[in-house]
């Protein structure tokens, strides 16, 4: 699918609220609300847009600490990468689980109430997962959220 200028716009507007009306998202764009709705299903069919998420602010649940996590597995051979991504996943704490090329094989973000918590989860949940050898931590300070490519 070639995108033009007019899908490019309208994806911008989707990634800063995708909750807005296709007759609203039609106005600031100069198209009618059916004309904007099928360019949205084309967008869709084409796979250019994947579902539809909602961001839930981890503070105001009470999650108050974000730490990332570099982890390099012991032994490839001991454990698969299969068994430790379902370890890790099980963890409700982790929010997202990335399986990187480089110094480390994963990198976890994972959320925790206050720095005795996330101590408490590296500890008892994450150290103890199939294979974990090398865990290095990063602790969030702050976080500019930008709208991505596009």
């Known amino acids: 699918m070639t995108l033009d200028d007019t899908d490019m716009a309208l994806l911008k ?10 007759s609203q998202l039609g106005r600031k764009l100069g198209l009618s609300q059916p ?9 869709r069919d084409a796979g250019v847009l994947s579902g539809q998420r909602l961001r ?12 990332f996590l570099g982890v390099k597995l012991a032994a490839k051979g001991r454990v698969s ?8 996943t099980a963890i409700r704490e ?3 689980v990335e399986h990187v090329l480089g110094l480390y094989d994963y990198r976890l973000r994972v959320v925790a109430r206050d720095l005795a918590d996330f101590e408490r989860v590296l ?11 090398n865990v290095e931590a990063n602790v ?3 976080e500019e959220r930008r709208p991505g490519p596009i």
């Open 13 to 22: 507007l989707l990634q800063t609220d995708a909750s807005q009306p296709t």
């Open 35 to 43: 004309a904007t709705w099928r360019r949205i299903k084309a967008l």
């Open 56 to 67: 839930l602010n981890a503070e105001a649940l009470g999650f108050g600490v974000t730490v």
């Open 81 to 88: 990468l299969e068994d430790f991504e379902r370890s890790v």
């Open 94 to 96: 982790v929010q997202t």
């Open 123 to 133: 500890r008892r949940r994450i150290m103890t997962l199939p294979g974990v050898g």
């Open 140 to 142: 969030l300070l702050s």
